[in-house]
């Protein structure tokens, strides 16, 4: 199994976060939110390994027992 | 009419009449400069040192009052210290390399702007416009002593502008009535509100940010640290964001975001300003506000940065949000750019086809720092629901996982622009070669011999060697490029090879006089050093 990667891993941050937020303009909320499961599930896909997707949803719960936090 | 549009600082200049105005046609100048602020005293400042005789026209007596622009980026410094002034300005200001952000209450993380050694200034200095200006004018006044042809002249406004063949005619209002002033090539560094622009009908088009922001700048004895500190959503209720900066003498920017339907004159009045302030100190901090006022802004620049003889410089050519650093700072670096190329131009030692290459590179910049600040301003005022939702996502994510640090952007501050793909760039054929001093790159400074690289390049073109050959100067059809000869043994910190040498032994550098690198090489070749001067001085 592949680690959760939690360290900076995309090239050109601002790039794709602008790419991100543009993907959106102009759609409604409900369109926003259904464009939002539907791009989770292509990249659940494309990562693909099981512990992986299980780490991601662990870490997106940003609970407090949660030990995968790295403080830098 | 002459009247003040504000308040002085300092009365550097006052009226005097010219001999100009008492001539029956008007008397010509290579260059004139419309507009005294940081950019057209700098643009004065260098062509003055570089023997050019210029003309600064201001509608004011001297350097106006509030503090506005405070952060000076490292290249600004960088251009100043090959100006003369670039010490006092450090000495004047407040030091800083780190920045926090916070969310809500918690600390989410924090950088620092300048992460490695071996430079001689400092990522920013914090200071106040007016002293940053009196600065400049100072060295202006040393160098005029120092026989540089610079002339002030205070309360002269230009009101009018004619292009003829070959120059241009301003039309100048004084106390003593209207006179013509004829220029070879006219600099108009005269602001956002650029009359000039508007007196040749120029576009000034871009995007406007829906939101207003108050500054307060407040004098108090506070053990914040030298850092910026830069809230969203903060715990204080002063704003939906808020920003908490020093500046020398005790004074400290505090800048919220207010939104944009605000009645100005209301959020102005003394105690609601208080209120916001003492919402975000506490109540029991004793302090006095020395400056406030409430801003909006848009992004926007000219099409095009040159129109015939008159070049377009700083806020009249492009206008930033203020988050980023990019707006006084890329003005700077557009006089650092326009300076040498003019006086090539004047002395006919390049085509003024060269100037065009001025306009290209400076809205290629100006391009640059618009993305970067309308990207920071998107972030910290989401205009969607869903752009919102990111946000608090990469926030809330930020803390605990590095990864969407690199995500959170309170502003990308400023950086000078590598000129890639400029029409002035001479061949990369240094294999392995780093990246950061490709052609186009501004050089990175470097320790050397107890001093640092860049003021030993000077203001003109260089050709600076590192273990390589080459004659001691090199001359190109009149422009005469001395060489800097170094060994990478000089720097035993091992900045200078990693910066200029990268994989390669050796290494020739053609360098501009803007200190931008325009072509290299792994060992010296007379032809191609010549063609790349050609090159980097417009002709093709």
């Known amino acids: 199994m592949q680690d959760l990667i939690l360290t900076p891993n995309i090239d050109g941050p601002d790039d794709f976060y602008a790419e991100l937020i543009a993907a959106h303009d102009g759609l409604s909320k409900e369109e926003s939110d259904a464009f939002n499961a539907r791009l989770i599930l292509i990249l659940a896909n494309h990562i693909g390994d099981r512990a992986a997707l299980s780490a991601a949803l662990a870490a997106a719960k940003l609970s407090q027992e949660d030990t995968t936090a790295c403080p830098d | ?540």
């Open chain 2, 1 to 540: 009419m002459l009247q003040d549009r504000y308040t002085l600082a300092f009365r550097e200049y006052p009226y005097r009449r010219s001999v100009d105005q008492d001539l029956p046609s008007p008397v010509r100048h290579p260059v004139v400069i419309v507009g005294g602020g940081p950019v057209g005293m700098t643009a004065a400042l260098d062509l003055g040192l570089k023997g050019v005789p210029v003309l600064v026209l201001d509608d004011h007596e001297g350097i106006g009052m509030g503090s506005r622009a405070i952060c000076i980026a490292k290249r600004t410094l960088e251009i100043s210290d090959r100006l003369g002034c670039g010490t006092a300005l450090v000495e004047r200001g407040v030091v800083w390399n780190l920045g926090k952000v916070f969310h809500r209450d918690r600390k989410v993380f924090e950088f620092n702007l300048l992460p490695e050694e071996g430079h001689r200034y400092p990522a920013f200095i914090n200071l106040q416009q007016p002293y940053f200006e009196k600065v400049l004018v100072d060295r202006i006044r040393a160098a005029q002593a120092d026989g540089a042809p610079i002339e002030i002249r205070g309360r002269n406004r230009v009101d009018g502008v004619q292009m003829e063949d070959g120059g241009v005619i301003l039309e100048v209002t004084t106390p003593d009535g209207p006179y013509a002033v004829a220029a070879d090539w006219v600099v108009a560094c005269d602001g956002a509100g650029s009359p000039m622009r508007t007196a040749l009908g120029l576009e000034f088009d871009g995007r406007v940010f829906e939101d207003s922001f108050l500054i307060a700048d407040v004098r108090m004895k506070a053990d914040f640290p030298t850092e910026r500190r830069f809230w969203f959503d903060p715990p204080f209720k002063s704003g939906s964001s808020a920003l908490l900066h020093k500046q020398p003498d005790d004074v400290w920017r505090l800048d919220f975001q207010i939104g944009w339907h605000v009645d100005r004159e209301k959020e102005l009045r003394d105690e609601n300003v208080r209120a916001r302030i003492e919402e975000m100190l506490g109540p029991e901090i004793p302090y006095e506000v020395v400056w406030k006022s409430i801003y909006t802004f848009q992004c926007r620049r000219m099409t095009a940065f040159r129109n015939g003889r008159v070049l377009f410089a700083g806020d009249s050519a492009h206008q930033v949000s203020p988050f980023g650093a990019r707006g006084a700072n890329s003005g700077v670096q557009d006089a650092d750019n326009l300076a040498w190329k003019l006086e090539m131009v004047i002395r006919g030692l390049a085509p003024d086809t060269l100037l065009d290459s001025y306009a290209s590179e400076r809205e290629f910049g100006a391009d640059e720092n618009i993305l970067n600040s309308t990207r920071a301003t998107d972030f910290i005022t989401p205009k969607s629901d869903t752009s919102k939702l990111f946000r608090d996502a990469v926030l809330d994510l930020s803390e605990r996982y590095a990864f969407a640090r690199p995500l959170v952007n309170s502003g990308r501050l400023s950086v000078p622009c590598t000129y890639d793909g400029s029409p002035l760039n001479g061949p990369d054929a240094l294999p392995g070669g780093p990246d950061r001093s490709r052609p186009g790159s501004p050089c990175p400074d470097a320790p050397l011999d107890g001093g640092f690289l860049l003021g030993r390049l000077g203001g003109t073109f260089r050709l600076l060697t590192i273990d390589a050959e080459a004659p001691p100067e090199v001359s190109a059809d009149g422009i005469d490029v001395p060489r800097l000869a170094l060994s990478a043994a000089l720097d035993p910190s091992g900045a200078l090879a990693d910066r200029y040498l990268g994989k390669a032994r050796s290494a020739v550098y053609l360098l501009r006089p803007d200190q931008h690198v325009a072509a290299r090489w792994e060992s010296y070749d007379e032809d191609a050093v010549l063609t790349a001067i050609r090159g980097a001085t417009g002709r093709h």
